[in-house]
């Protein structure tokens, strides 16, 4: 068996514990003489798995009592429509466009209402995050949307957007559990979890149990209201249980490392150890303004597309993996979730001195 150290931002790598356990639970899951996939996910053995699940999600998070933890699919994008469904009473919305998945869910909210972007760093390739302290938020605005951590750009919000008031809407598909955060500066946070928790197919959502109710824009499905899933204990219909089976360890394994305190740690040390290459590498430069770099995506250039494409097949033959950068922005892009080791991140640095010293 040969691991390769996999940057990919996702689907992406997930603690190995996990996955040796759930392989060893493949054929049997305690004592039940099956798979979970092949379980009712209305058993009793699966309720469990469930109820587990979302009481470790909460104590990791310290999820106040007057949120709602839902595990919905779809993936990340289908919140995009699914958020303007639930939210917009007075059917405005507010958007900060840091890179293209805020861009995609703006796109979408315009179809249900009006949708302003009210910030914006697509003048310089969405490389920071602008000043959002006193933007020109809506006065009947339903909420402000954020993408949190930008997956293809490699920019975090180090600190939330003053949104004067309104809801904030977040999507932390990218950061999820990659540090602590307050809920209760949310209205709703939300991810994919296939970043950094989990098999694709599986979407968490935290929302104030005040946002949730049955006045919601007349053409949403069924499937797409926040209460039916509520009121049913995200089992309206068969969730993506051997999904969130996942998930449930991976949040077993988050504990047992320490929680996200520790989490937060553990990522900004090995985070540094590739950023601190960057800044003083003659070859390679982050392509991120410094104070708004993300611990989790970690895009870089040599300046040269074609010394890129050398560089990107050379580490795959060494063993690091997924390090082309989004198509949309070329250059690399190395992706470190929680389940990436720092020696994997030692090593690609090791990797990226000597492929300097060969090629200057
Ligand atoms: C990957 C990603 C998405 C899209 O997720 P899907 O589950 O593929 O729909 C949305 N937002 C962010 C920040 C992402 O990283």
Redesign the pocket.
Known sequence: MARVYNFS??PAVLPEEVLLEAAAEMLDYAGSGMSVMEMSHRSKTYQKILDEAETDLRELMHIPENYKVLFLQG????QFAAIPMNLMKNKVADYIITGQ?AKKAYEEAKKYGTANAIASSADKTFSYIPDCSDLPVSENADYVYI?E???IYGTKFKQLPNTKGKVLVS?V??CFLSEPVDVTKYGILY??V??NIGP?GV?ILIIREDLISDDVLPCTPTMLKYKIHADNGSLYNTPPAYGIYICGKVFKWLKKQGGLEAMKAYNEEKASVLYDFLDRSKLFKGTVRKEDRSLMNVPFVTGSEELDATFIKAATEAGFVNLKGHRTVGGMRASIYNAMPIEGVQKLVAFMEEFENLHS
Request: proline content about 0%; charged content about 10%; glycine content about 20%.
């Open positions: 931002a996702g993936g990340a994008s289908q998945w993408c951590n930008n997956t999507d598909s990218s991810g994919g296939q970043k694709a979407v």
